[in-house]
């Protein structure tokens, strides 16, 4: 299994920008299938955005669509996830996750490994 450790998080004003990166280890970070999903507080933990093993295919939840966008650096085994025009509901504790299962993408069961999470808060 691949160790996470995510890092970027803070406190950003609305309209401002974050790039959250997830650094791996333990495993071959070009096998898995990588995904960016936040909890915001009393809300249940969902996904953000996935991308492929090689990055050549991702996806994104409606909520991130046009503003956040991910990639992966195979050779370095980090995958980033770079937000634009944030807004005060993109306040949450982002967590990256890894996975072998094809096609992997928001279900959270497909998702092996975790990391311990970044907060995330944009507030004036």
């Known amino acids: 299994q691949l160790q996470l450790v995510e890092s970027g998080g803070g406190l950003v004003q609305p309209g401002g920008s974050l790039r959250l990166s997830c650094a791996a280890s333990?495993?071959?970070?070009?096998?898995?299938?990588m995904a960016w999903f936040r909890q915001a507080p009393g809300k249940e933990r969902e996904g953000v955005s996935c991308?492929?093993?090689?990055?050549?295919?991702?996806h994104y939840a409606d909520s991130a669509k046009g503003r956040f966008t991910i990639w992966r650096d195979n050779a370095k085994g980090t995958v980033y996830l770079e937000m634009n025009s944030l807004r005060p509901e993109d306040t949450a504790v982002y967590y990256c996750?890894?996975?072998?299962?094809?096609?992997?993408?928001?279900?959270?069961?497909?998702?092996?490994?975790w990391g311990q999470g970044t907060q995330v808060t944009v507030s004036s």
């Open positions: 996750a890894a996975s072998d299962v094809p096609l992997a993408c928001y279900h959270e069961g497909d998702f092996g490994s």
């Open positions: 333990g495993a071959t970070f070009h096998y898995y299938r």
């Open positions: 991308i492929s093993d090689a990055g050549d295919s991702d």
